[in-house]
């Protein structure tokens, strides 16, 4: 009897709280969504197993004990490590030719970073948060979920479960957040506004992208160049030619693999004492508003830069709104949304890709910027 009511005493069943069991109920929603609804099933799926093994109790599974979920985050997001290891997987599967081909769309992948701002700055002003919160909350407008995760565990660690939540659920929400946007902000003219071809792109120019715009991006802000070096490397292994070997584990098992344990840890985060508050509430808010920001953003600008252009250069708006750095989703929602408002006559898929590769270059930038002024 004794040794029975040992082991019970060692049970987490006695120990177990409403927290956690809220938790469990969260995690299971993010499964849930991500096998059902194929939500960024590949993060997700990891996050809510590592939320699972974080509010166990007495299991020690949690990022702040010194288990095993503790060691994956101490040593890969506390580190720095994982997230630009994932931008160097990126960059192997980026093609830049799109934006290389139009390289008047980086305007529309740097405007579609309007949200990364407004978001801070309503954070800061309106809700309460500190300048280093606001920051790390303002990113998930850049729809990039390594970045939001980078920063949140240098600026405001303490906030990283809700923030990567946040950022991977609105990155999947891009096929229902962007359509009525567009709708509201361009009229059916512009919709039918067909883009010519872009001009072809040489392999000398696709090789000298990576290391000219890398060097530029990473003098201009140096905090970046964990991100944008490891973006720009991976593209390099892509496009020199000689590194297939390289090319192919990067964008393969290697980024599978970090994926995993980047996942893992996130979700390692998500104890129940910090999870559940009036915090995340506010912080899922605000991802909206940053989101639906960046893609007002994007078009709005397209909109402006067309009362500059010649009429047979115009673009048309609606491809800003893959400027944020959900690749290639946002490109393929753009495409789907003005394909369907033209009964299929205007298709651009690839001009709306320009924007959105810019807009991983954008989202890293503003990271870099957000560290420079407040790290």
């Given at each position: ?20 069991l809220?938790?469990?109920?969260i ?16 993060l997700l799926?990891p ?12 299991a020690?599974m ?51 970073q ?17 300048p ?17 995760i ?7 660690p303490?906030?990283l479960g809700?923030i ?5 659920s ?17 009229t ?6 067909d ?6 792109v040489?392999?000398t120019?696709?090789?000298l ?8 991006a ?12 490891m973006?720009m ?14 090319k ?9 693999i ?31 508003v ?7 953003g994007?078009v709005l ?9 010649p009429r ?15 690749v ?22 690839m ?17 870099g910027?957000f ?5």
């Amino acid at each position: 009897m004794d040794t029975l009511n040992q082991l019970l005493a060692g049970s987490g069943f006695i120990s177990i709280s409403p927290g956690n069991l809220a938790m469990f109920a969260i995690a299971g929603l993010l499964i849930y969504l991500a096998i059902t609804k194929k939500y960024e099933p590949l993060l997700l799926i990891p996050i809510g197993f590592g939320a699972i093994l974080a509010n166990l109790p007495l299991a020690n599974m949690g990022s702040n004990g010194d288990g095993l979920m503790a060691l994956i985050y101490n040593l890969g997001i506390k580190t720095e490590l994982l997230p630009p290891l994932i931008f160097l997987g990126v960059g192997v599967l980026t093609d830049f030719r799109p934006l290389l081909g139009r390289p008047l769309t980086f305007l529309l992948g740097a405007a579609a970073q309007l949200g990364i701002f407004a978001a801070a700055l309503g954070a800061a002003y309106l809700l309460g948060f500190t300048p280093r919160e606001a920051a790390a909350i303002g990113i998930i407008g850049g729809a990039d979920g390594p970045t939001s995760i980078y920063l949140a565990s240098q600026l405001a660690p303490h906030l990283l479960g809700p923030i990567a939540v946040a950022a991977y659920s609105y990155m999947s929400l891009v096929p229902i957040i962007q359509p009525p946007i567009m709708r509201l902000l361009t009229t059916k003219a512009e919709r039918n506004i067909d883009m010519p071809q872009a001009k072809e792109v040489s392999q000398t120019a696709v090789i000298l992208f990576p290391l000219v715009s890398g060097i530029v991006a990473c003098l201009g802000v140096p905090s970046s160049a964990p991100l944008i070096g490891m973006l720009m490397f991976g593209n390099l292994l892509r496009e020199c030619g000689v590194t297939e070997r390289l090319k192919k584990t990067a964008g393969g098992v290697f980024i599978d693999i970090v994926t995993i344990f980047l996942g893992l840890s996130v979700g390692a985060t998500m104890d129940a004492a910090l999870f559940l508050g009036l915090a995340t509430i506010k912080i899922l808010l605000l991802g909206a508003v940053a989101f639906s920001f960046s893609t007002f953003g994007g078009v709005l600008f397209a909109k402006l830069l067309n009362l500059l252009l010649p009429r047979r250069s115009r673009i048309n708006p609606c491809i800003g709104a893959a400027g944020v750095s959900a690749v290639p989703m946002a490109a393929r929602v753009v495409q789907q949304f003005v394909s369907d408002q033209t009964d299929g006559r205007v298709n651009p898929l690839m001009p709306a890709m320009g924007p959105n590769v810019a807009g991983v270059i954008g989202s890293a930038v503003a990271a870099g910027v957000f560290l420079t002024l407040l790290g």
